[in-house]
């Protein structure tokens, strides 16, 4: 982004937003920033903008590549249209900090004049210093005006109930999406909606896959539904899938309408597969490569953090398209495969495909078997033209072998687990 590494942002209050045509979109109105669940500066995540007929819409920032003082440049002409609505634990900041009385270290009252954010050197923005002008109680003399750290501003917390939902979300915060999932379920059902609302897209999206499914439902029906969409975007399409599954058809409709297009479509193709197959357990997003990648770009590529490990142990080898469903299915390359080999090699000289791929209609119990005949973490699943459509995982097939209530920390151990050991002598 071209733009100062200081900004303040009452000074881009009506500042005009160009797409990179130069065409004029809108204006800008405000900043939104989001609490963080430690004592860290809130971070900023977008700005809103006023387009024509008076709609508000959210820019994020990382779709924005230039601020200056009279211009906004976006570096995509595509525009999300949906009306803005703030979310729990976010802050406008023009609207709801400006004019805030607040006090100084020193015991000085003010108000809040501005407001300014800053970027660091991983790119992320955050509100780090505030405008305060000194309140001197006389009418004819303006009172100093004090530019101060945020974290010296007394009276900047304690926004709505983001507060108390940050100092829960920091004993939370370095948990493991199964462990937090754990702790929600401990928590009244208010206070488990208010805490999952306040987590962000992604960090919910990994919790509700860790969930029962009563809870998941619980948690999505208290979001309004475009932040619903939202964290559905963020999940993996099988369990999005699954979650939706658990829903009226016509909420199903609405939800899947508000995602994006190219993240409901796997979705929707998950959700036509019948319960218990192949095609309804599998991801949609494997990792696929073309023969004529090499080595050493199979092995960049299943370094991808986000990857879970199931999904990463192999490389699954088609011809074009890379996505699902993909062009002709040539075979797979274990990670292991792939340390052995030179950096150099293409994939295609070292693929095996001696194991006969999964159908979308071959059964559970059948893709269990298979998968501990053949010692795998994963397996492909091909249509009748031989594309690749997906692959099950060693993580899918036990989440769907394991009793449904397995992830409820309320259920009864089952009756294998309630004997006692026997004591041995010796």
């Known amino acids: 982004m071209s733009t100062p590494n200081r900004v303040y942002i009452?000074?881009?209050?009506?500042?005009?937003?160009?797409?990179?045509?130069?065409?004029?979109?809108?204006?800008?109105?405000?900043?939104?920033?989001?609490?963080r669940p430690t004592q860290r500066p809130p971070e900023v995540v977008g700005l809103v903008a006023e387009m024509p007929m008076r709609r508000?819409?959210?820019?994020?920032?990382?779709?924005?590549?230039?601020?200056?003082?009279?211009?906004?440049?976006?570096?995509?002409?595509?525009?999300?249209?949906?009306r803005f609505e703030k979310r729990p634990n976010e802050v406008l900041v023009l609207q709801e900090l400006l004019d805030r009385r607040v006090q100084l270290?020193?015991?000085q009252a003010g108000s809040v004049v501005d407001v300014a954010m800053e970027c660091s050197r991983?790119?992320?923005?955050?509100l780090t210093r505030v405008a305060v002008r000194e309140q001197t109680g006389r009418l004819t003399r303006r009172g100093h005006l004090h530019q101060v750290e945020w974290d010296r501003v007394r009276g900047l917390g304690g926004l709505g109930d983001a507060r108390g939902t940050a100092n829960l979300l920091a004993v939370l915060e370095d948990m493991r999406p199964a462990d937090l999932a754990n702790a929600l379920q401990d928590l009244p059902d208010a206070r488990r909606n208010e805490v999952a609302a306040a987590l962000d897209d992604e960090r919910l999206a990994d919790v509700l896959g860790e969930l029962p499914e009563r809870d998941q439902v619980e948690i999505l029906a208290a979001l309004d539904r475009e932040r619903a969409a939202d964290v559905l975007e963020e999940m993996d399409p099988d369990d999005a899938?699954?979650?939706?599954?658990?829903?009226?058809?016509?909420?199903?409709d609405v939800l899947l309408d508000l995602m994006e297009p190219d993240e409901a479509t796997p979705v929707r193709q998950l959700l036509r597969y019948a319960s218990g197959t192949a095609g309804s357990v599998m991801t949609s997003e494997p990792v696929i490569l073309?023969?004529?990648?090499?080595?050493?770009?199979?092995?960049?590529?299943?370094?991808?953090?986000?990857?879970?490990?199931a999904v990463a142990a192999q490389v699954f080898v088609t011809r074009a398209p890379m996505t699902t469903p993909t062009g002709r299915y040539l075979g797979m390359v274990h990670f292991q495969r792939l340390l052995r080999e030179p950096p150099a090699d293409l994939l295609g000289g070292v693929v095996?495909?001696?194991?006969?791929?999964?159908?979308?209609?071959?059964?559970?119990?059948?893709?269990?078997r298979r998968m501990a005949t053949y010692d795998l973490v994963a397996m492909p699943v091909v249509d009748r033209?031989?594309?690749?459509?997906?692959?099950?995982?060693?993580?899918?097939?036990?989440?769907?072998?394991?009793?449904?209530?397995?992830?409820?920390?309320?259920?009864?151990?089952?009756?294998?687990?309630?004997?006692?050991?026997?004591?041995?002598?010796?």
């Open 10 to 35: 009452a000074r881009l209050a009506g500042v005009a937003v160009f797409d990179p045509n130069g065409d004029q979109v809108g204006r800008v109105r405000d900043a939104v920033a989001r609490m």
């Open 56 to 82: 508000r819409i959210f820019l994020s920032l990382n779709r924005i590549t230039s601020i200056e003082a009279d211009a906004v440049v976006l570096g995509s002409g595509t525009l999300n249209l949906r």
């Open 105 to 107: 270290e020193t015991g």
């Open 122 to 126: 991983s790119g992320e923005w955050s």
């Open 241 to 252: 899938a699954d979650l939706l599954n658990e829903l009226p058809p016509p909420e199903q």
């Open 290 to 309: 073309p023969p004529d990648a090499t080595v050493a770009e199979a092995l960049a590529r299943i370094r991808e953090p986000q990857l879970s490990p």
């Open 352 to 368: 095996v495909n001696d194991i006969d791929p999964l159908r979308p209609t071959t059964p559970l119990p059948e893709i269990t």
């Open 385 to 426: 033209s031989m594309r690749l459509v997906g692959a099950v995982t060693v993580d899918d097939v036990l989440d769907h072998s394991l009793p449904p209530d397995w992830r409820d920390r309320d259920a009864p151990p089952s009756a294998a687990h309630q004997e006692p050991l026997e004591e041995t002598d010796g």
